[in-house]
């Protein structure tokens, strides 16, 4: 079992890795949609003490894709080697259209097993993490 942290993901917001490899499995912890080295996260408007106040669910669905896959790429798998993937959503309502639609078009035609929850909060102001599963060939 090794741990693996990628150079290019946003840093953990704890004392975790970004992901272990046990096997050929991956297994991610999870991840959201900020950027590494910065203090802002993409589409999100707070106040001074925190509290959302606007967000965009694309932009942040994008980015955490993105992180994604910076993550299996630094550990040798790719955005096809994902297996099963946990979403957590702060507005099901409002966000799984697009969140839907977006993951449609990143997975085309062999998308990995799914599951979506709708959870109140996040440990940072974002609206959506991905817990994620790959192979690695």
């Known amino acids: ?15 975790y890795p970004h992901a272990k490899k046990v096997g050929n499995l991956l297994f991610l912890s999870g991840v959201g949609p900020r ?4 203090k802002e996260i993409p589409g999100v408007t707070i106040d001074q003490e925190g509290k959302i106040l606007s967000y965009d ?5 994008h980015s955490v894709f993105q992180n994604v896959k910076y993550i ?16 957590y959503l ?6 799984f259209p697009t969140y839907n639609r977006l993951w449609k078009e990143y997975f085309g035609k062999n998308p990995p097993c799914r599951t979506t929850l709708e959870i109140n909060c996040l440990p940072t102001p974002i609206a959506i993490e991905l817990k994620c ?5």
């Open 133 to 137: 599963i790959a192979v690695i060939s």
């Open 1 to 15: 079992m090794s741990s693996i942290d990628s150079s290019k993901a946003p840093e953990p917001v704890g004392a």
């Open 57 to 61: 669910i694309e932009k942040q669905c």
């Open 72 to 87: 299996l790429e630094d550990s040798g798998a790719n955005w096809e080697s994902l297996v099963d993937v946990t979403v």
């Open 90 to 95: 702060t507005n099901m309502k409002d966000d």
């Open 35 to 38: 950027e590494r080295g910065k």
